[in-house]
């Protein structure tokens, strides 16, 4: 696709890459703890004691354990990483849906779910799964009895001096699958929503709020069509990966040590988070665009 995309797309897309940037940005800065949390529960595992009784259980040990800041343990790789992620994101899905749309501009949201496939397998590739490992690595981490990463880079050379390259690349499988899921989910949801509202007139607006109410029923068909995606992957990037030989390997672990309910763990704080995140992200993306349509023309 992208051998495809001319030099006058690029700049078309320019704009797109500077509204998502901006609101990866802020969105990842709010709901962060959430992900925390999320992360911490996913890689607790039953085979061993539990070291989290639950949501409050895992924010008041690590409150009590590393101050509030440790709440905000990895924060510093997704938000290097949100700003691409969020511009892959869009950027993919506007070059898709652009090829896609009617002569009246419209998009189905058959298209919609494809277009979002589309964008999600390359934010997974280009930036997701490198920012995702190194976050759950940075999560688990703190969770040892001697921590041995000090800060982002120092982190990220000892990943790749250890690892290599490779060892950024964790659960790429798991990670296709699941970032492709949850854009065709949420772009197929957010379509058919607009679409309904819209009716027979394109050309009405949306009202923030009601695009935040869109964005969240959005995030949250994600969160209930693939959390078990989402909990092997974080298996997969965390410290204890050795343990794994594939994707489906690590899934029949789960399954044999743990059962089905083991694939739906953090699913709570992962709904709230991401109901958050996609909320926020499509209002604040709709707000940039107005602003930046006033001095800057993408159409």
Aim: charged share 20%; glycine share 10%; hydrophobic share 40%.
């Amino acid at each position: 696709i992208i051998s495809h995309v001319s030099p006058l797309e690029i700049t078309a897309m320019s704009p797109t890459v500077l509204k998502c940037g901006i609101a990866g940005g802020i969105e990842i800065c709010i709901t962060f703890p959430t992900e925390y949390v999320k992360t911490q529960l996913q890689l607790d595992e039953k085979a061993n004691p539990p070291r989290y009784k639950g949501i409050v259980d895992c924010v008041k040990q690590t409150v009590r354990d590393h101050g509030v800041k440790g709440l905000y343990r990895g924060l510093s790789s997704l938000v290097y990483g949100s700003i691409p992620k969020a511009a892959v994101r869009f950027g993919m899905f506007e070059f898709l849906s652009n090829k896609m749309r009617d002569e009246s501009g419209k998009l189905d949201s058959t298209q919609g779910l494809i277009c979002g496939l589309g964008a999600g397998v390359a934010e997974a590739i280009v930036v997701v799964c490198p920012m995702e490992t190194v976050k759950v690595k940075f999560i688990h981490d703190q969770t040892s009895a001697n921590p041995k990463y000090r800060g982002f880079f120092h982190g990220v050379r000892e990943i790749v001096r250890t690892q290599g390259l490779k060892g950024t690349y964790q659960g790429l499988t798991a990670t296709v699958l699941k970032q492709g899921s949850n854009q065709a989910i949420r772009f197929y949801v957010m379509t058919a929503l607009r679409n309904w509202y819209k009716g027979d007139n394109p050309q009405k607006t949306i009202n923030p709020l009601v695009t935040g109410v869109f964005g969240a029923v959005a995030g949250a068909a994600s969160v209930f069509g693939n959390t078990p995606l989402d909990v092997i992957k974080t298996r997969m990037q965390g410290l204890e990966a050795h343990k794994y030989k594939s994707t489906v390997d690590c899934a029949i672990k789960i399954m044999k040590h743990e059962g089905p309910a083991a694939f739906y763990k953090g699913t709570v704080p992962r709904l709230g988070r991401v109901c958050m995140d996609v909320a926020i992200v499509f209002i604040i993306y709709e707000e940039v665009v107005k602003v930046l349509n006033k001095v800057w023309k993408t159409d």
